[in-house]
């Protein structure tokens, strides 16, 4: 959905954060409001970068409106989106080999099985405070309030897929990625590195595994391997990962 960006010029001090994050973007005014920002070209950059910059802001100066395709061209009326820099720690699943168990299983068996694992996975996130973020059919994006309820999550999910192998014969082995990180939170949905890290941590995991990013790890009563450095795709600096024994 299209949205419309104006920087209220009274409220803009010349910090110049939006510029910084978003260079085609923004620009500096000239003339009677030389020092102070303006709106460039907001299509140049992703609707993400877009808040980044509007949160980099110190005095808020910057709008952001969502504007609803289903109302007349002209008729002006927006919809403000909410938006908020917040801390989480964000987690995302996924059934190792998938592709190879729907083939061995079929259509049916799979159906059954995704159904049992999508009961049980909810049921552990809305235990230990995880809201469910998006459903991506054989996993899920989970945000936590804080890394223990997390990492508590984490465990529980890999000890009960364990015990039904044990109980009942199999169980999907499962991988999963742990990162706390600040986010942006538009309406719902959580956008910001920090969400793209998790993600690429997650998918280094092997079925049955636990990865997280160190920092997140800290203070843990879990076992943690030694650390190591990665370099994740799409991310400029290397961060250090563990691996959560939970057994």
Request: with cysteine; charged share 25%; aromatic share 6%.
């Amino acid at each position: 959905m299209p949205v419309r960006v104006r920087v209220i010029r009274s409220h803009c001090v010349g910090a110049g954060n939006c510029i910084y994050v978003a260079p085609t973007a923004f620009a500096w005014q000239k003339g009677e409001w030389h020092g102070k920002a303006d709106v460039l070209d907001p299509t140049s950059v992703e609707e993400e970068r877009l808040f980044e910059a509007a949160l980099a802001c110190p005095t808020q100066a910057i709008e952001i409106e969502e504007v609803d395709e289903m109302l007349p061209l002209h008729t002006g009326l927006t919809r403000t989106v909410a938006t908020a820099r917040v801390e989480r720690t964000f987690m995302f699943t996924d059934i190792a080999r998938s592709t190879v168990l729907v083939e061995a299983l079929g259509d049916k068996a799979w159906e059954s099985l995704i159904s049992w694992h999508d009961q049980t996975l909810r049921s552990l996130f809305a235990a230990h405070g995880g809201e469910e973020i998006q459903h991506t059919g054989d996993g899920f994006f989970v945000a936590f309030p804080d890394q223990a309820s997390a990492l508590d999550a984490a465990v529980a999910i890999q000890r009960r897929l364990e015990e039904h192998r044990r109980t009942q014969g199999f169980a999907p082995e499962v991988r999963i990625g742990l990162h706390a990180s600040a986010a942006t939170r538009i309406e719902r949905d959580f956008r910001g590195k920090g969400v793209h890290e998790a993600a690429r941590i997650a998918a280094l995991g092997e079925g049955g595994e636990i990865v997280t990013s160190r920092s997140t790890a800290e203070g843990t009563t879990y076992p943690v391997s030694e650390p190591r450095s990665v370099t994740l795709k799409g991310i400029s600096e290397p961060i250090e990962v563990v691996t959560v024994d939970w057994r």
